[in-house]
């Protein structure tokens, strides 16, 4: 006989317990008219890596629920897999690549692809592997990952019922735009970072009257090249003797109007504000309320692109370096005050995020946000604690359409190609 160890040595007990529990089947579930049904969809691990401990925190809680819901009678089943994780997954092939000296581009698409299949075996791989150490008691029969040929088709059908119910439309609104990812990203994607600044003022000169201007302060200054008005609050007796007037955009030989509009927030800054339909959010809702052109001055690497320009081609940093020494040369610099706020950055890759104007695919999500909305209101849906009240009612109230398209080359195709 075996001499009981001093130590509890779970290397030699767990792993032969827990192909047991495989081999005799018992996490797999299938209908049973006799037996409630309880289901538990694991929110799909990215396959970039490995698990960390907020996996292992998240999968426990539902291997307690769904090993409590067996032991009550229930029909248990706990739907395992894996998810593609495109933006992610194409930056961690990516970053491989190039410790290997090879470039994306060098590979073609199906050369890529196939690189990224080989990180889905062995990372995808290595997931399951974990949750298996874990004893996750998930049905392993039904394991699915998302570009499996049944979840394509899945996403590729409720894609085409959206469009035809015109959720889904083709559309040019402004986006996140990852310059180092090149691709388009949601908001979700966004993550707003407390970043040291400034706030430039500027002068821009009243058209026809010397010695006139309007000062506006500004966090970007290489914006200023895309700039087709300069907003003012209707109500602030300040300014209202200069809605109507042209201005002269400094450094770029243009005139553009001073217009009203209650978006401006008149106790805020100089109360003027320089407003870029084609490189801001709340612009470009302020551009298309006053017809305003869109003007894209920035490649889709965050370059200059202005023809004829002397900052045609600059990174826009070092744009935004000689743009405001030329201001100050030209004697248009008022001030520069430091300035701490939240820049919008790419979870994924932490670049600062430029908003564009493109044409991309677009989910109307107003309507299909109000029976979620619906839901809270009336009770049918309790956050425990209730102040995620709150940051579920700002998210879904404040919601825009969600842009859908990614310019990437791993992940589900937008069947429209």
């Not at 907003?231 to 450094?251: I, S």
Request: glycine share 8%; charged share 30%.
């Amino acid at each position: 006989m075996k001499e009981l160890e001093k130590n509890y040595n779970p290397a030699e007990i767990e792993g032969k317990l827990y192909q047991k529990w495989l081999d005799k089947k018992y996490f797999h579930a299938e209908p049973n008219p006799d037996k409630k049904p309880f289901t538990i969809v694991m929110p799909p691990p990215n396959i970039t890596g490995q698990l960390h401990m907020g996996h292992a925190l998240d999968n426990t809680m539902q291997d307690i629920l769904i090993r409590y819901k067996r032991m009550q009678g229930y029909e248990a089943l706990w739907q395992p897999g894996t998810d593609h994780a495109a933006i992610a997954t194409e930056v961690k092939v990516i970053e491989s690549l190039k410790k290997q000296g090879i470039d994306k581009e060098d590979l073609g698409r199906d050369g890529f692809l196939e690189k990224c299949w080989d990180w889905r075996k062995e990372y995808g791989g290595r997931i399951i592997n974990q949750l298996h150490k874990m004893g996750s008691s998930a049905d392993w029969d039904r394991e699915r990952f998302t570009m499996d040929e049944g979840c394509s088709e899945a996403v590729q059908e409720v894609f085409i019922r959206l469009y035809e119910k015109g959720y889904i439309y083709k559309g040019s609104r402004i986006i996140n735009w990852c310059p180092v990812c090149q691709t388009s990203i949601s908001d979700a994607e966004v993550e707003h970072v407390d970043q040291d600044g400034f706030f430039w003022h500027i002068n821009y000169p009243v058209v026809g009257e010397e010695g006139s201007f309007v000062e506006i302060a500004t966090t970007r200054p290489e914006t200023l090249l895309g700039d087709t008005a300069v907003a003012v609050n209707p109500e602030d007796e300040r300014y209202t003797n200069l809605v109507g007037k042209m201005l002269e955009l400094p450094l770029t030989g243009r005139t553009i109007p001073v217009i009203a509009d209650s978006y401006v927030d008149k106790e805020f800054g100089t109360g003027c504000v320089k407003i870029t339909p084609a490189h801001d959010p709340n612009d470009f809702e302020v551009g298309k309320r006053h017809s305003l052109p869109e003007l894209t001055i920035m490649n889709d690497d965050a370059t200059i692109s202005l023809p004829g320009s002397k900052y045609d081609g600059m990174e826009r940093y070092e744009a935004r370096k000689a743009i405001v020494e030329d201001l100050k040369e030209l004697g248009l610099l008022v001030k520069v005050v430091p300035h701490t706020h939240a820049v919008g950055t790419h979870d994924r890759c932490k670049t600062t995020v430029e908003p564009l104007v493109k044409q991309q695919w677009f989910v109307r999500m107003e309507e299909m946000a109000k029976p979620a909305i619906e839901a809270l209101k009336t009770g049918k849906l309790k956050f425990v604690p209730e102040r995620f009240d709150k940051t579920y009612l700002h998210w879904l109230e404040g919601i825009r359409d969600w842009c859908i398209s990614r310019q990437l080359w791993w992940g589900h195709r937008i069947p429209a190609y």
